[in-house]
């Protein structure tokens, strides 16, 4: 995907995802499986998520080289680092690390969930306005479970996350 795709199928995954939250009931929105988390912990741990990408790519690209480092190999294309984020997810046995886990979610906080993710992943689409595809892919960020990814990668794992956990809540409430 070039910078323009990234940027459309961002806005595209978490319009789907706000428009799938809100139109949960207070049951739907509140269940999950014992020790598991509920749609809105499932939308909180995604805003906890996209807010250090978007200070990430607030930060002077020369600053994110010398933090992180340059990457060195190519950036994979999008169903590659899904499948690698799969795998890491199915050899995991850890939760979350505590800075992404979410606390108790409300059912009365959804609009403010979806307008909170909103704004977040516009401010990112609009910062990617100023990486060019070379920069993509030769800068990297950390990421908790894949390690040192390049911020086109960062941006596919983005897309992915909101689909993989719109896709966690229902499975959980085939469930029910």
Do not use: C
Request: net charge positive; glycine share 6%; proline share 6%.
């Amino acid at each position: 995907m070039n910078r323009v795709e990234i940027r459309a199928k961002l806005e595209e995954t978490y319009k789907q995802f706000g428009e799938f939250l809100s139109d949960l009931s207070e049951d739907e929105f509140d269940y999950a499986p014992p020790g598991k988390w509920n749609a809105g912990q499932q939308a909180e741990h995604l805003i906890k998520s996209t807010k250090p990408i978007l200070n990430g790519l607030s930060i002077p690209k020369m600053m994110i080289g010398m933090q992180f480092g340059k990457a060195n190999r190519p950036s994979k294309s999008y169903p590659e680092l899904v499948e690698r984020y799969q795998e890491q997810l199915a050899n995991n046995t850890k939760p979350a690390p505590s800075a992404y886990a979410p606390s108790r979610v409300n059912f009365s906080d959804v609009a403010k969930l979806v307008n909170t993710q909103r704004e977040i992943i516009q401010k990112i689409i609009k910062k990617l306005d100023s990486w060019s595809g070379k920069d993509m892919d030769k800068y990297v960020f950390p990421h908790p479970l894949l390690g040192k990814v390049t911020v086109r990668e960062m941006m596919y794992f983005t897309i992915y996350h909101a689909d993989h956990h719109q896709s966690i809540i229902k499975l959980y409430l085939r469930g029910v």
